[in-house]
């Protein structure tokens, strides 16, 4: 594996750090944070600088890019203190590409390309069924030609401002539940569809809803992919979201370790910089270390996905390393900076918000664990 970057991929990378360092600087994040305001203006120039549209095919006026490529556009966007959890518009291409008509990979396409925002949301989640996916209560029902979906769904990330949602629900005839899930592509605005915005600890940039569903008609053209399959596609595209997981936090850690770095050259305690302890250096060290880890290991895990190799183990892996890895960086971080760091003045207090989302969503670090130990211990079993 050569992971030297070509010149194309440096010239995307400078092209990121200028767009994010000129028009959009940490004041911007700060106060769209602060306000849990949706950052629009962000989104639109990532489309029309061509950085969201990485991997849409080249007919809805995209452009062609590895996943090497994309993780490290990804990677770059986090370093540079942006959002980079607002970035799944790889991901929803990725399973479109995979398992959509062709009709719902145009309107992903489509939409990525006018607003830059992700085309939907994934409205999976529910109270009584998080990692327990088997466990889904949503249903669909055929009457008069039509398709009617009813549930609640919770925690459902950019609910509010997605135009559309890919909900999962179960055929209440369907005994066998490897057969009993369907996805569907639903309009967020249809009739029946009633979103409440929740509060959280970060991730402020994008909503995080309760989703209500109450007789919601949809054709059957608008489910995605084969009937009874909604399962296995939702497994599918969690290889994915768990590599893009992995990537951001590594883009974040890489930014609190630079923040503290510079940090420790400039506090001056007891007469020098507070870079000059020791004790502070074993911290910048290690986090170096880290950070060297948590990219190779993106990289990687990209690098297989490129050559179309299974991800089931080391997606999962990916994420449960740089997750928990990532926000002991960022906690490194506000320990060197001090008061400074746990004040709302540091990006590193935002970042590591942030980042605690990511020991959650996509799947648990106990999830991960449960994927990857089965799948080892099977490796070694004879």
Not at 156 to 170: D, K, N, Q, S
Request: hydrophobic content about 40%; some cysteine.
């Amino acid at each position: 594996m050569d992971f030297s970057l070509t010149e194309e991929q440096e010239l995307l990378l400078a092209s990121i750090r200028e767009l994010i360092t000129t028009e959009f600087p940490e004041e911007y994040w700060r106060t769209h944070d602060e306000t849990s305001t949706y950052p629009r203006e962000f989104m639109k120039a990532l489309a029309e600088n061509g950085i969201s549209m990485l991997g849409v095919p080249e007919e809805f006026g995209g452009i062609p890019a590895d996943y090497v490529t994309q993780m490290l556009a990804l990677m770059e966007v986090a370093k540079c203190g942006a959002p980079a959890f607002l970035l799944t518009n790889g991901q929803c291409i990725h399973s479109m590409l995979r398992f959509g008509s062709p009709e719902q990979l145009k309107k992903t396409a489509e939409s990525t390309a006018a607003t830059g925002d992700p085309a939907y949301s994934l409205a999976l989640t529910e109270p009584g069924a998080g990692s327990d996916s088997n466990a889904t209560a949503t249903t669909f029902t055929r009457r008069n030609g039509k398709i009617y979906l009813n549930g609640q769904k919770t925690f459902i990330t950019g609910a509010a401002e997605y135009p559309y949602m890919l909900v999962i629900a179960r055929d209440p005839e369907q005994q066998d539940p490897k057969k009993a899930f369907s996805l569907f592509w639903v309009d967020a605005k249809k009739p029946g569809i009633k979103v409440n915005p929740l509060h959280k600890i970060g991730w402020h940039l994008v909503s995080t809803c309760e989703v209500y569903l109450d007789n919601v008609e949809v054709e059957e053209s608008d489910m995605v992919g084969e009937e009874g399959k909604g399962f296995l596609n939702v497994m599918y595209n969690f290889e994915m979201e768990r590599l893009i997981n992995a990537a951001r936090c590594t883009g974040f850690a890489e930014c609190a370790f630079e923040d503290a770095a510079r940090y420790a050259n400039q506090r001056i305690a007891f007469g020098q910089p507070i870079g000059f302890n020791q004790m502070i250096q074993e911290k910048l060290a290690l986090m170096a270390v880290k950070c060297k880890n948590m990219r190779n290991m993106v990289l990687q895990t990209a690098w297989q996905a490129d050559r179309k190799e299974s991800l089931r183990v080391t997606s999962s892996l990916a994420k449960l390393y740089c997750a928990r890895t990532a926000l002991e960086v960022i906690d490194d971080a506000i320990q060197i900076m001090g008061g400074l760091g746990y004040t709302n003045d540091a990006r590193v207090s935002r970042l590591w918000r942030d980042v605690r989302c990511e020991r959650i969503g996509g799947g648990t670090d106990e999830i991960m664990i449960y994927i990857a130990g089965r799948q080892i211990l099977k490796a070694y079993r004879e």
